[in-house]
């Protein structure tokens, strides 16, 4: 018989509070990824769209859209993380975006696990919070969020009802 091992995140046990988890690859973004996820979320901010005017601006070109950023920084924590061990995303806060992220560069995700506890009110289930840190290539961090979600436990999410 041929062992099958699939993908997933973590379960609510496997999570460790303080450990780094480095997600990878990182991904550069584009300005086709700016204009596609700006013009798609109605979002007409020049500081997106138009070069000319936005060199005339502090930054002296484009930025990255920050929800684009943002969406981009918890998706690269997915495979790693949640997928298919996630119940809900409860919330995000503390989003801040202290270095613009321009086309061409790369961001790259890490999470630590700030606090876990298990539900009161759901067995099998626990409230996970994160804090994730997004980097361009050199280093500089241009978001970070806190994230909050709603996992599964292993024995819950794998035994049979």
């Given amino acids: 018989m041929t062992r099958?091992?699939?993908?997933r995140g973590l379960y609510f046990d496997e999570l460790e509070e303080g450990v780094i988890y480095a997600h990878k690859p990182g991904r550069t973004?584009?300005?086709a990824d700016n204009?596609?996820?700006?013009?798609?979320?109605?979002?007409?901010?020049a500081l997106h769209l138009d070069a000319a005017w936005s060199s005339t601006q502090p930054f002296?070109?484009?930025?990255?859209?920050?929800?684009?950023?943002?969406?981009?920084?918890?998706?690269?924590?997915?495979?790693?993380?949640?997928q298919g061990t996630?119940?809900?995303?409860?919330?995000?806060?503390?989003v801040t975006f202290p270095h613009p992220l321009y086309h061409g560069d790369t961001l790259y995700?890490?999470?630590?696990i700030t606090?876990?506890?298990?539900?009161?009110?759901?067995?099998g289930q626990g409230v996970v919070t994160m804090q994730h840190t997004?980097?361009?290539?050199?280093?500089?961090?241009?978001?970070?969020?806190?994230?909050t979600c709603l996992m599964w436990t292993k024995e819950a999410h794998t035994t049979p009802s």
Avoid: H, W, Y
């Fill in 4 to 7: 099958v091992v699939e993908q």
């Fill in 29 to 31: 973004v584009t300005e």
């Fill in 35 to 45: 204009v596609l996820f700006t013009t798609m979320t109605m979002n007409t901010q």
């Fill in 60 to 82: 002296g070109q484009r930025l990255m859209n920050s929800m684009f950023t943002l969406s981009t920084m918890v998706g690269q924590s997915v495979t790693q993380l949640t």
């Fill in 86 to 94: 996630i119940i809900a995303q409860l919330g995000l806060t503390d």
């Fill in 109 to 112: 995700t890490e999470t630590v």
């Fill in 115 to 123: 606090e876990k506890r298990l539900s009161s009110s759901r067995p």
């Fill in 134 to 147: 997004g980097r361009n290539q050199d280093g500089s961090v241009v978001a970070l969020a806190t994230r």
